[in-house]
């Protein structure tokens, strides 16, 4: 990794990051460990922030490419905190959303084709919207490619929809 991060450019180290993290092939700590021992090795300057923002009291590394440029997204600092991977029980339905943007009551997902390939995963989605929706949140998808292709019409989107929750 600290080989790698001298030639890689910010966004595949992160996502290089990532896919460690969520495979368990290593830990926070570990690359912590290793960016603090190498002051000096080139590409270190460049992964040490992206380790030190995955510090694991705050950070859910991103299962998939797709919940990757959601969460970018989300980082933007026009938008409020979220929580990644929050729970939700229902006396209907238990659900963990990708994002949750508690001042707006607002549940963001990552819709990707690979989890929604069959007609009872569609029909699950509606459920857990259907009950979001009963409670009083707003549930908005983005798909992969309008995440990859359209970010800022993503960030519209999300900002237009906080300001509407928030006048409410």
């Not at 966004?11 to 092939?25: G, I, N, W």
């Not at 090795?41 to 380790?51: F, S, T």
């Not at 969460?71 to 939700?88: G, K, T, V």
């Amino acid at each position: 990794m600290v080989t790698l991060a001298r030639d890689l450019g910010v966004s595949r180290l992160e996502a290089l990051v990532d896919s460690l993290l969520a495979r368990k092939t290593c830990s926070v700590a570990e690359l912590a460990r290793e960016t603090g021992l190498s002051d000096g090795v080139p590409g270190i300057p460049k992964l040490r922030p992206i380790v030190e923002y995955r510090q694991p009291d705050a950070y859910q590394p991103p299962l998939s490419e797709l919940e990757r440029l959601l969460y970018r997204l989300l980082d933007s600092p026009l938008l409020p905190s979220y929580e990644r991977q929050m729970p939700f029980r229902y006396e209907n339905v238990d659900m963990t959303v990708d994002a949750y943007i508690r001042p707006w009551r607002l549940i963001v997902e990552g819709d990707g084709r690979r989890w929604h390939t069959r007609n009872a995963d569609h029909e699950r989605d509606r459920r857990r919207d259907n009950e979001a929706v009963a409670h009083g949140l707003v549930v908005l998808r983005f798909t992969y490619q309008m995440l990859r292709d359209g970010p800022s019409e993503c960030l519209d989107t999300l900002l237009r929809t906080g300001r509407s929750r928030s006048a409410s």
